[in-house]
């Protein structure tokens, strides 16, 4: 608009008038057909030389006017009309927050992120497991509570926005992560996909283990990842499978975890 002013006093967009018009008296009564050739929807923003626009708000003040155009018609300015765009649509109902909202979300693009992690037993009485302490009889080895669910689900969100690995935020050589519950782990990892104005829409967990037994405890884990995240617990499975005793989860050494989460940005 600063460039289309250049020795104007005053610049607005318009949009020509595609759309039949009519002139209706006050019973829904059509009186007759507008010509709708030289009529243009105005647009905003509108440009103008402050001080001839300061000075027509004085000599109109009190009357009634729509927009500063008309401020400065009625002040005698020529106001110049250069061609406007269509997806500069005017916020000033619901209706137009609902279709601002539409086309931003039609504007956001999908991410998808993967994870894996395996943590080996040891002597223990219960294991942690997405975000739920499951009695058992051995515990899973690892720094923090060696929740390997959430750790998982921890490196499919931060894969899902390219911010690294559960390790390169949360370091094992750091002495303060030792014993740390690994909701803190997850939980940063929503804060970083918040921070880049991104949502969560999805995220799918697989327990690889002989033992424990996951199903009596699905509900509980998805419902507490659901709260980890601040997302809807439909938003959130939980699933379990065994390796027909095969490989190292299936001699019971341990447990492995996959990941998927989908995040919008």
């Avoid at 030289?38 to 402050?50: D, H, K």
């Avoid at 030792?178 to 799918?204: C, M, N, Q, T, Y």
């Amino acid at each position: 608009i600063g460039g289309l002013l250049s020795g104007r006093t005053a610049v607005i967009p318009g949009l020509s008038v595609t759309d039949t018009v009519k002139r209706v008296r006050a019973d829904g009564v059509i009186e007759d057909t507008i010509d709708r050739t030289p009529l243009r929807r105005v647009q905003t923003p509108q440009g103008f030389a402050f001080e001839a626009l300061w000075a027509a708000h004085r000599t109109q003040a009190g009357v009634e006017l729509t927009d500063d155009a008309a401020v400065m018609e009625a002040a005698g300015y020529e106001v110049h009309v250069v061609e406007g765009d269509p997806g500069n649509i005017k916020i000033t109902s619901q209706e137009d927050f609902d279709v601002a909202e539409a086309r931003l979300a039609g504007a956001r693009v999908s991410r998808t992120g993967f994870g894996f992690d395996v943590h080996r037993f040891e002597e223990g009485t219960s294991v942690m497991l997405c975000g739920i302490d499951i009695p058992h009889s051995a515990k899973l080895a690892g720094h923090s509570d060696a929740d390997v669910g959430l750790h998982a689900l921890t490196d499919a969100l931060l894969g899902a926005i390219a911010e690294g690995d559960i390790g390169d935020h949360f370091p094992p050589s750091d002495p303060q992560w030792r014993g740390a519950p690994s909701d803190r782990f997850l939980a940063h990892a929503a804060e970083l996909v918040r921070r880049k104005r991104g949502a969560i829409e999805h995220v799918d967990v697989t327990l690889i283990c002989e033992r424990p037994k996951i199903g009596p405890h699905r509900a509980a884990m998805r419902a507490r990842i659901a709260e980890i995240l601040a997302i809807p617990e439909a938003c959130v499975s939980v699933k379990a499978t065994t390796t027909e005793r095969l490989g190292f989860t299936g001699r019971g050494e341990g447990i492995a975890a996959q990941a998927v989460a989908t995040v919008s940005l």
